[in-house]
């Protein structure tokens, strides 16, 4: 059986936490009534089981006569209905206060991105496309080497993250600015990498799209809110 | 809430419509073949070979044929060999049926399960090898197998 996906789900969990911690001892939740740790967890949770049923739908495996292949994650979700199923059941359960929390959980939210991709590490899944690079490296027993592209992916929103954070705290950024520049980082850095990824039918290219022009958005609204205050 | 409810139970009752069994004629049966029958072909035919050893029972061999019929049609010009081991006839061309009947694959079967313990790996199912041109095992993923794992492993051989 086959449990490396857990590992990399349980680093990704790790790298929201972490980035939680850091931020609450910040303060720089304030003002957010809402649990960033249940809302997250049950949003990722949810959106990770949306995606798998719609991926089985389309895959024409009926999920009410096959309920036990639901929990095969493995075997491919929907990128689309994750990230929306996420972001609907986090809206939903942060209703009361929606841009304060989805600021407060922005940063943890990207951190845990990065962990997910830096998972790789434990499905031994990193490599990307051809490269002669330094630092590429082969699959076992192969003499091709290749990009690492998933822990480029990490690393990018890593430190955009922690950006994010820091933003946060000393910049005194307008409200919802903070969730649009995070959607931008993690649509942005998808889009950037994609081409180093090897995919049977291509990444959903248009959703990232869609997220560099929605995180854009997002920003100057606040901006433009900010500056008529 | 009740709205919620029957909203749900709505849905369930479309999605359970769905049937995602097979209709219409069975496909032929797999043909029974021998790890030396198999190894021949693989290693002269000047093909990379994708071969994926399976079951109608085996729960993640029904989870990620679907992924391994695209494969098919992404990849052309590298041979798909579908062995079903320990397994009905009639169960096996129903399981075609449902999942291969428009993938361009090579239907084989070995009702002992023997092969693939011969060829090095376990007598567990699903179990996918990667052959080069020259009949070389590139890669061997035992356990259920993911879209970017699958698409690497294809890059390895088809070139």
């Known amino acids: 059986m086959e449990f490396s996906l857990l590992g990399s789900a349980a680093i990704g969990v790790f790298g929201f936490w972490i980035m939680l911690r850091w931020e609450a001892k910040r303060g720089n939740a304030a003002g957010c009534a809402v649990d960033l740790w249940d809302a997250g967890l049950v949003a990722a949770t949810s959106g990770l089981f949306i995606g798998r049923i719609v991926a089985m739908i389309q895959d024409g495996i009926n999920p009410l006569t096959n309920p036990l292949q639901i929990i095969l994650i493995r075997s491919g979700v929907s990128t689309v209905a994750v990230v929306a199923g996420t972001l609907t059941v986090f809206a939903y359960v942060a209703r009361r206060s929606l841009v304060d929390a989805a600021d407060g959980i922005a940063p943890a939210a990207l951190m845990g991105l990065a962990g997910w991709h830096a998972g790789c590490l434990a499905t031994g899944s990193c490599l990307g496309t051809e490269s002669s690079l330094a630092w590429a490296s082969p699959l076992p027993g192969s003499d091709i080497t290749r990009h690492p592209v998933e822990i480029y992916a990490a690393i990018a929103l890593g430190v955009a993250s922690i950006a994010l954070a820091l933003w946060k705290q000393y910049g005194r950024p307008p409200l919802g600015s903070i969730t649009g520049a995070a959607i931008l980082s993690a649509a942005g850095i998808r889009l950037a990498t994609e081409p180093m990824r090897i995919s049977l039918a291509g990444g959903p290219v248009l959703l990232y799209g869609a997220g560099v022009v929605i995180g854009i958005g997002l920003i100057v609204a606040s901006l433009v809110g900010k500056s008529r205050q | ?159």
């Open chain 2, 1 to 159: 809430m009740r709205r919620l409810i029957t909203l749900l139970a709505s849905l369930a009752l479309v999605l359970a419509a769905c049937s995602s069994s097979p209709s219409g004629p069975l496909p032929d049966p797999p043909t029974p073949t021998s790890y030396e029958e198999l190894n021949t072909a693989i290693t002269t035919d000047g093909e990379p070979t994708v071969l994926n050893v399976w079951a109608s029972w085996c729960l993640p061999c029904r989870s990620e044929a679907p992924l391994l019929a695209q494969a098919t049609r992404s990849h052309p010009d590298v041979r798909f060999i579908a062995l079903n081991v320990r397994d009905t006839e009639r169960n096996a061309q129903e399981f075609m049926a449902e999942f291969y009947s428009t993938a361009d694959m090579v239907h084989l079967s070995d009702r002992s399960g023997r092969i693939p313990i011969d060829m090095g790996a376990t007598s567990g199912v699903p179990i996918t090898f990667f052959f080069s041109s020259n009949g070389e095992l590139v890669n061997m993923h035992l356990g259920i197998i993911d879209e970017p794992t699958l698409a690497r492993f294809l890059d390895e051989i088809d070139r």
